[in-house]
């Protein structure tokens, strides 16, 4: 796994730990635990939440327009200090941010993708994040990365979008991450690298925030009907 920054333009990803405070992370996490005991009981799609089944919710669109917890995160001075190097650009904004709650034995968020093919995005101007609250491994829906991924455009199935399977991606032709950490960490990605999580097969919830840092005055084309173009200044 790349700790490195350095390695980003090559490998197309770096893993960042050490961003939260105990007491950051009991509230962010407490955060997780109200929205996510909120969604549980929802039957349909509604305030801003994508619902796989009643029990099971998939994500919830505007994360960080609806809660100032989950706006904080977007703030977080290490990881804006790490997109703005990235970026290389002072004045950037938070973009599409989402929480994905993950419940135990069913759960699930993405299938394999590229974020830039549903984005549409300068790559030079905007920067993948993904924040995973309590840690994550393979049996409760790790994030999976393929390294080198985003020097290539892969063909991506418009009409399973919005479901898992998004992309076809021959595992043994890849040389595929798993990113497996028992802390909280961020993950930041270019938004062409090709990823994807596991399914939660654990007893566990797995939660995770997302959401992209852009050039403030970039606006890309976002197509698809993307419901979460939330786009708040980080100042």
Not at 45 to 73: H, Q, T, Y
Not at 77 to 87: C, G, P, S
Not at 146 to 152: A, D, E
Not at 155 to 167: D, K, S
Request: glycine share 6%; charged share 30%.
């Amino acid at each position: 796994m790349n700790y490195d920054i350095t390695k980003f333009d090559e490998l197309g990803y770096v893993i960042i730990t050490d961003f939260l405070t105990v007491h950051e992370h009991q509230i962010l996490n407490d955060e997780c635990d109200k929205y996510r005991k909120y969604a549980v009981r929802l039957f349909d799609n509604r305030n801003g939440w994508v619902i796989n089944k009643r029990g099971n919710p998939c994500k919830l669109d505007g994360a960080m327009m609806r809660s100032e917890v989950f706006g904080e995160l977007g703030h977080n001075e290490r990881l804006v200090d790490t997109a703005r190097f990235l970026l290389d650009q002072e004045d950037i904004d938070t973009y599409i941010s989402k929480f994905f709650p993950m419940v135990p034995h069913e759960g699930f968020s993405v299938g394999w993708h590229q974020d830039n093919h549903y984005i549409e995005a300068d790559p030079n101007r905007l920067v993948s994040c993904d924040v995973f609250v309590n840690g994550a491994d393979k049996e409760n829906g790790c994030l999976r990365v393929v390294p080198k991924s985003h020097t290539k455009y892969y063909e991506h199935n418009h009409r399973t979008h919005g479901v898992f399977n998004w992309m076809k991606v021959d595992e043994e032709d890849f040389d595929i991450v798993d990113v497996e950490l028992d802390r909280p960490f961020a993950v930041f990605f270019h938004p062409n690298l090709v990823h994807g999580c596991y399914r939660n097969r654990s007893d566990r919830y797995r939660y995770s925030i997302a959401w992209e840092y852009i050039h403030r005055e970039h606006v890309p084309k976002t197509h698809n009907d993307h419901q979460s173009q939330d786009r708040l200044p980080v100042e």
